[in-house]
């Protein structure tokens, strides 16, 4: 079958914090800058997104900023997100509305990944979502203070409604789920295959930083403590990267963001 098309990295915002966030024992006291990610793959059977970014509402308005981004309760604070960062504007630049994505794909349920549900199901997405059992018992567990519990509800206030996926798979000819666990209890990446060039390998949260990635340094944040784990999902990508023939993507690394083409110029 034909593989993707094209694949486009959308910012969604900006979020300066701890470099520690990133790097789990290194980096303490150094303040980085860091890209929110989402991407866009177009195949012939459809359009995925991998990962939404954050709720803009929560950002911008003052009584929910103060609610869910104190720096007194949350010590990562606030990121930066624009009008024109939104992804309805992204969607709009490529002649597309939230209606034309027809699979969201997200890699873990932290606020800045998985946030723009409810923009994005109210600006008419009725995309099936794919997430991991293990990330979803681990969300209604009340025990990963990243995963803001009203990012998983309407605006109705009902609960979003997830098709609920174990281990790997192919999520489209050419998409295939790869399990990065770690960071969260079910965190996934993504091996994107293209018509031309090498294959793209998103780490998502694996890597936030091509440091992760270079010295198999596990991310800052943990699930319940598991850096072993974390490192393995690590090399895991490593070989799979080695295997394929494919770029492995970090996720929050703004040098490496800029290196990529400018949107919305597809990374074909």
């Known amino acids: 079958m034909a593989p993707p098309l094209r694949l486009w990295p959308l910012l969604t915002a900006t979020h300066r914090y ?6 789990f024992n290194r980096g303490k006291g150094e303040v980085i800058e860091a890209p929110i990610l989402a991407y866009l793959i177009e195949t012939p059977n459809g359009r995925i997104l991998y990962d939404v970014g954050c709720d803009h509402a929560k950002i911008q308005d003052p009584v929910l900023r103060e609610r869910y981004y104190n720096p007194a309760t949350f010590d990562m604070g606030a990121p930066d997100m624009r009008e024109e960062q939104r992804l309805p504007h992204h969607l709009a630049r490529l002649g597309l509305t939230p209606a034309d994505v027809d699979l969201i794909f997200i890699g873990h349920l932290h606020f800045d990944h998985a946030g723009g549900l409810k923009e994005l199901k109210r600006c008419g997405c009725g995309a099936e979502i794919h997430l991991q059992r293990d990330e979803w018992d681990a969300a209604c567990s009340g025990l990963d203070g990243a995963v803001f519990e009203d990012d998983l509800i309407d605006d109705e206030g009902r609960a979003l409604q997830f098709c609920l996926k174990r281990g790997e798979y192919t999520v489209a000819p050419g998409v295939t789920a790869v399990a990065t666990p770690g960071h969260t209890a079910g965190h996934m990446s993504l091996l994107i295959e293209l018509p031309t060039g090498q294959p793209v ?5 694996a890597a936030d930083l091509q440091e992760n990635i270079t010295d198999e340094i596990a991310p800052g944040t943990l699930w319940q403590g598991r850096e072993a784990q974390a490192v393995e999902s690590i090399r895991k990508l490593k070989a799979l990267a080695s ?3 494919a770029q492995l993507w970090p996720n929050h690394d703004m040098a490496f963001y800029r290196s990529l083409p400018p949107f919305p110029t597809p990374c074909t």
């Open 243 to 245: 295997e394929t023939g």
């Open 18 to 23: 701890d470099k520690s966030i990133s790097t």
């Open 201 to 205: 390998l998103l780490a998502g949260d």
